[in-house]
């Protein structure tokens, strides 16, 4: 993948998309947003007292991130977000046709445990198993690539970019 296109760094809560999302974006010399600056308040206020969004819930939020990709379109951006329903992924893509997906993967104890770790985020562990329950991976006719997340920061987005590299480019 060389042209500019809109990633999506996507996965459950925990895999890293806060910290591999900016350095992917670093790479690429494109900016960087974080999804969940754009949930609204009352999103928040139900995960931070461990309720699950709905997808009533979730509609509009995604509809802002597919207005924030739209808009980089053909200029390039990296966006995380857990996007864990291939109809998330699927409104996404209506608000932005180019987005590209990296799902980043790992076991349940190792996600957990680098939750457990997390300083000031609104997510408690608790909403991890209905994470995991809801997570469709990419389906084959995805454009996305799917990514360990064993390993440091850096190893991590240096797989992301390799597999990157190697999705052909879309047709014009």
């Known amino acids: 993948m060389n042209t500019p296109h809109v ?12 910290t591999i999302g900016p350095l992917l974006a670093a790479r690429y010399g494109v900016p960087y947003a974080e ?15 461990g309720t699950p969004l709905t997808d009533d819930d979730r509609w509009p939020w995604l509809d802002a991130i ?4 739209h808009g980089r379109g053909g200029l390039g951006g990296v966006v995380s977000c857990s996007a864990l329903k291939r109809s998330y992924r699927d409104r996404l893509r209506s608000a932005a ?21 997390r300083q000031g985020h609104f997510m408690p562990t608790a909403l ?8 469709q991976p990419l389906g084959p006719d995805e454009t996305g690539v799917a990514v360990d997340v064993t390993g440091s920061p850096e190893e991590i987005t240096e ?8 999705l052909p480019e879309p047709a014009p």
């Not at 597919?66 to 990709?69: C, E, R, T």
Request: glycine letters at 10%; a negative charge.
């Open 7 to 18: 990633v999506v760094v996507m996965g459950v809560a925990g895999t890293g998309k806060t």
């Open 35 to 49: 999804a969940d600056d754009f949930h609204p308040p009352a999103n928040i206020a139900k995960m931070s007292a």
């Open 66 to 69: 597919g207005d924030w990709a």
């Open 97 to 117: 046709p180019g987005v590209v997906f990296v799902h980043l993967t790992g076991d349940r104890a190792l996600v957990e445990d680098r939750m457990s770790h």
């Open 128 to 135: 991890l198993d209905s994470q995991f329950a809801t997570l």
């Open 159 to 166: 797989r992301a970019l390799a597999a990157l590299g190697a």
